[in-house]
Structures are given as structure tokens and as C-alpha cells.
């Protein structure tokens, strides 16, 4: 039905009402109110078909968003949604070997472990210090690891208890990582680092190889390159 007929129909199934409505008998405004709120005209049906609603007409209820598009029947509630919490419990990359009290390999074995750890530093295992040492506890295995990783267990079990035992500016990961070289350092291995680094000296003007060969001693020595007694010996080996 074009517009201009809907309107025309409109209006006159209006008058047509209004000379049907009943007259009030007696002139009082209070019942002019009262019919008026009664009175409610049937021409809704008439726009209805153009769809028109008045601006003033609340809606029920938000539209909805159709469940899925097409033969799917499924919505983008139904895929997969990334969790922030899980990916703060996830570790990426390849673990490290378990470790079975080798002192050849205590070197290897914690800067493979530090770098894994390092790589991972935003999940939760990595920030929480009691978390990161039980995940390195969780690595040593055999005969040679068991009494201290015993031990180690009950220090834990205290610290959680007292975490006042953990000396100022440290926290649990520290104090294990430094209990655990005491008890694993390749001592044979340490000395003989030690004896190189005497020796090492810088060849061919070449500061970058002399350093590189220096630091890769002092790892294997387990001694703190910022230590002002090593910072000599570095000297000594200077042209």
C-alpha cells in the first residue's frame, strides 16, 4: 500500500471512530480525561505494515545477536576463547634434562634452567620464587639428588612457614640456587677454571675474544666477575 493511501486510511478510520464514540452527558473535564484514557484507536495496524513505530515506543529488550551466520549453527561464543589466566600458567620452549647429580654437569644444567626460566619470565612459575624452586627440585632425579633434594624440601617447607629465614633483598630461588652449587660444584673443575684464568692472556690486540674467554672460565670457576680481586686478574692478563 503506497503512503499516501496508508495516511488517507488512517484519518478516516479516525473520523470514523470519533463519530462512533459516545458523548459524554454531563461536561465534566475529569470525564473527558477518563475516555480519553480509554479511548484507544485501532488504526496501529494500518502503519504496522510499513513497519513505523512512534520515537517514544521503549523497546522490550535489546536485539539480540543471532547465535551463529548462515547453516552455522554455532556463534563466536562457541569458538575457542584465549584465557590470559592459562597462558600465565603455560611454559614455552623446550624443558631442560633432568639433572642426576653429574658435578661435570652442574654448570650446564643451571644456565639452561636460568635461560628457561629467563624465556618464560612472565608466567607465574617464573615470578613466584617458592614456584621456581619446587618446578628446579622437580628436575633432579637419582641416587645423588635424592638426600638433598630432601633437604631441601624440608628448607622450603620452613621458609613458607617463616619467610623471615630468607636474608634481605633475597627470596627462596636465591638461596636455593646458591645451596645447590655449594653442594654440586665440580671443585676439580673450579680449580682448574681458576688456574686458567691466571694464565689467560689477552693475544693479537683482540679485546672481544680475550673477554669472551674470560667470562667462560669465571663461569666454570662459579667467582663473581664484579669481584674487585677478579677484576685484577683480569688486568694482569691486558697487554
Not at 14 to 29: A, L, N
Not at 35 to 41: A, L
Not at 58 to 77: H, I, Q, V, Y
Not at 130 to 146: N, V
Amino acid at each position: 500500500m503506497p503512503f499516501a493511501e496508508a495516511i488517507k486510511t488512517a484519518t478516516e478510520v479516525v473520523q470514523r471512530e470519533q463519530k462512533e464514540r459516545p458523548s459524554t452527558p454531563f461536561d465534566d473535564p475529569s470525564s473527558d480525561e477518563d475516555d480519553d484514557e480509554d479511548y484507544k484507536p485501532k488504526y496501529k495496524d494500518v502503519f504496522g505494515s510499513f513497519g513505523m513505530r512512534s520515537s517514544q515506543t521503549a523497546c522490550d529488550k535489546p536485539p539480540c545477536r543471532p547465535c551463529g551466520t548462515g547453516d552455522d549453527p554455532f556463534s563466536l561464543e562457541n569458538l575457542p576463547q584465549d584465557n590470559k589466566e592459562d597462558k600465565a600458567c603455560q611454559l614455552e620452549g623446550i624443558h631442560p634434562d633432568k639433572f642426576n647429580g653429574d658435578c661435570s654437569q652442574t654448570t650446564r644444567f643451571l644456565a639452561t634452567f636460568n635461560w628457561f626460566m629467563l624465556m618464560n619470565y612472565r608466567a607465574d612459575i617464573a615470578k613466584d620464587p617458592i614456584m621456581h624452586s619446587i618446578y628446579f627440585l622437580l628436575l633432579l632425579e637419582g641416587p645423588k639428588c635424592k638426600g638433598w633434594v630432601n633437604a631441601a624440601d624440608r628448607w622450603l617447607c620452613h621458609i613458607i612457614e617463616d619467610p623471615s629465614m630468607i636474608p634481605r633483598r633475597s627470596n627462596a630461588w636465591k638461596e636455593l640456587e646458591k645451596r645447590f652449587k655449594e653442594a654440586f660444584s665440580n671443585y676439580a673443575e673450579c680449580k682448574r677454571a681458576q688456574d686458567e684464568l691466571k694464565k689467560l692472556k689477552m693475544k693479537n690486540d683482540n679485546l672481544d675474544e680475550y673477554l669472551a674467554a674470560f667470562e667462560t672460565q669465571a663461569l666454570h670457576a662459579d667467582i663473581d666477575m664484579n669481584d674487585h680481586t677478579n677484576l685484577q686478574t683480569f688486568a694482569l692478563g691486558l697487554p
